[in-house]
């Protein structure tokens, strides 16, 4: 029997027994979750129940076998009542937990089916029977213990933690995602985070190379994001070294980046929702002290709940660095999206990332760049030199939002991700 591959660490694959369970609820139902998580922690004091709707968060990776899990608790509305299809496509992935399933109590057959098709049992879901519920879940949680610790001493779960040259335990490979000059990503479900991640391992460097300042940048990005906790920044659940190689895992998003969204046109108070969104997160970042200064729509990324959540600090500056890791006078970023003074080399400020976000906003609005040119260097010299774009009669509303983002000159621009912030707070309370 194959199954995911084991905990990021041999002793704690060793403890896993002594371990509080951990159990997914799958219900679109807020009442039933409550109601379950209430059961459960009669049976387990200290479990974890992680509760995924389908409604709000979409399907589940195809990928996700529920490593991080002891237990699966499916509710039969799940997805306006697809229950039975769920439970079908979970039977087929490879190592899924133990599934108990919960339907209507008026439902005979469909109780002996899904037992039939490989349910632990089905429970009632109106009257929960809680010493069935617990007698179940207890075997459902030995069961998956002893499997997992059978095959944790195989030579498979190392194999499946194989991510290029190097191998994480407590990840199980999915597919690669990209390679670039100093980095791989590859998508990975975490056992750890009981989720899809995608996983950054630092390259090796390039032997003309200097590896020390990479991995410095690399441990450096980790950082300055895992001091953030906000809905519009993206979430780190790890940060390692394995085979002599640093890697992070991050959120996956599987919608994607902006980018999407502005080619399918974006309604105008959506963009500036997102502009509100956008703006927050960088409110939370500067607090911090830290510069994202790569501000692009493919670093912006979308949640299956229609939450935007800003990613890739691999070129943030924070304040208090005093020594500039990207060379002095060195040009970092997108062109397309650089303020004039990040284009020139100038000193930054929070009002670099304004101006980028400036940049983003008009594009969500209008679909196209404010500034084109044949050049990288054309591009930067419109941005300091060019007139202001204009917004068409439609559009005339958000002209004064996108000048002050836009001004060439900084102390013509919002002085901070606050000031914007709370304009676009009075905004809201007009639209009502």
């Not at 949680?141 to 059978?150: D, H, M, S």
Request: contains cysteine.
């Amino acid at each position: 029997m194959a199954l995911p591959a084991g905990p990021a660490s041999r002793p704690l694959a060793a403890a896993s027994a002594t371990l509080a369970p951990r159990v997914l609820i799958i219900t679109d139902h807020t009442e039933l979750a409550r109601s379950l998580e209430h059961h459960i922690s009669i049976v387990w004091a200290d479990a974890e129940c992680r509760i995924h709707a389908p409604m709000i968060s979409g399907r589940l990776h195809s990928a996700f076998s529920a490593i991080g899990f002891d237990a699966v608790l499916l509710d039969d509305r799940s997805e306006r009542g697809r229950g039975e299809e769920w439970l079908e496509n979970f039977l087929y992935r490879t190592g899924f937990p133990p599934i108990i399933y919960l339907a209507r109590g008026d439902d005979a057959a469909l109780a002996a089916r899904v037992v039939e098709r490989g349910a632990v049992d089905c429970v009632i879901r109106e009257r929960i029977d809680h010493r069935r519920l617990a007698n179940a879940l207890r075997d459902g949680v030995q069961r998956r213990r002893q499997e997992l610790a059978l095959w944790r001493t195989g030579s498979q779960a190392e194999q499946l933690s194989r991510f290029g040259p190097i191998t994480i335990l407590g990840h199980r490979f999915a597919r690669e995602l990209a390679i670039g000059g100093t980095s791989m990503v590859y998508l990975a479900e975490s056992e750890r985070a009981g989720e899809m991640v995608v996983l950054k391992v630092l390259r090796d460097a390039p032997e003309t190379g200097d590896q020390h300042l990479q991995f410095s940048r690399f441990l450096q990005e980790y950082e300055l994001i895992s001091k953030i906790r906000h809905p519009n920044v993206v979430r780190i659940f790890d940060l390692g070294i394995a085979d002599d190689h640093a890697y992070i895992a991050m959120e996956y998003f599987a919608l994607g980046d902006l980018r999407g969204r502005i080619a399918k046109g974006i309604r105008p108070r959506l963009a500036l929702q997102y502009l509100a969104q956008m703006a927050a997160a960088l409110l939370v970042v500067h607090e911090v002290g830290v510069l994202h200064r790569d501000l692009k729509p493919g670093n912006i990324m979308e949640r299956a709940d229609g939450s935007l959540a800003l990613i890739d600090f691999g070129l943030a500056k924070h304040h208090d660095v005093k020594v500039e890791m990207t060379g002095t006078g060195e040009i970092f970023g997108t062109p397309y999206y650089m303020s004039p003074e990040q284009g020139h080399g100038q000193e930054l400020d929070e009002r670099s990332d304004l101006y980028s976000l400036g940049v983003i906003f008009f594009e969500m609005l209008t679909g196209k760049k404010p500034f084109l040119a044949p050049t990288p260097m054309g591009v930067i010299y419109l941005h300091g030199n060019a007139p202001r774009p204009v917004l068409n009669d439609e559009l005339k509303f958000y002209q004064p939002i996108l000048d002050r983002l836009l001004a060439i000159a900084p102390t013509d621009r919002y002085g901070s991700a606050r000031e914007l912030v709370d304009e676009l707070g009075k905004l809201e309370l007009v639209f009502g």
